[in-house]
């Protein structure tokens, strides 16, 4: 059974940098993508950041430059590296997913997902 376990999330200040982590076990992802989406309270879903094999990624243009995606194939962990953080970063952040490694910006083409972890930015 796979399990996505997301960490890291918390409440900071506005241009604070903060770290997410997701733990995946049950399967490796070295050859798969994996991906980052947030929502926001009255909000859909919305893409984040994600990582195919070795270093392809692609990001959301809200998050561009600001955060960066990477991948610990010998731990099966993705990171999410969130810098210059914005009160409207705030959202619950999902790890997500997927059994190949082409990377899509959709929800729909994800297989895997994680509870979820929140965080807030103050102002």
């Known amino acids: 059974q796979v399990q996505l376990v997301e960490s890291g999330g918390g409440l900071v200040q506005a241009g604070d940098s903060l770290r997410l982590s997701c733990a995946a076990s049950?399967?490796?992802?070295?050859?798969?993508?994996m991906g980052w989406f947030r929502q926001a309270p009255g909000k859909e879903r919305e893409f984040v950041a994600a990582?195919?094999?070795?270093?392809?990624?692609v990001y959301g243009d809200s998050v561009k430059g600001r955060f960066t995606i990477s991948k610990d194939n010998a731990k099966n962990t993705v990171y999410l590296q969130m810098g210059s953080l914005k009160p409207e970063d705030t959202a619950v952040y999902y790890c997500?997913?997927?059994?190949?490694?082409?990377?899509?910006?959709?929800?729909?083409?994800?297989?895997?997902w994680g509870q979820g972890t929140q965080v807030t930015v103050s102002t």
């Open positions: 997500a997913a997927r059994s190949t490694a082409v990377i899509f910006t959709t929800e729909q083409m994800y297989d895997y």
């Open positions: 049950g399967r490796t992802f070295t050859d798969a993508s």
């Open positions: 990582i195919g094999r070795s270093t392809t990624t």
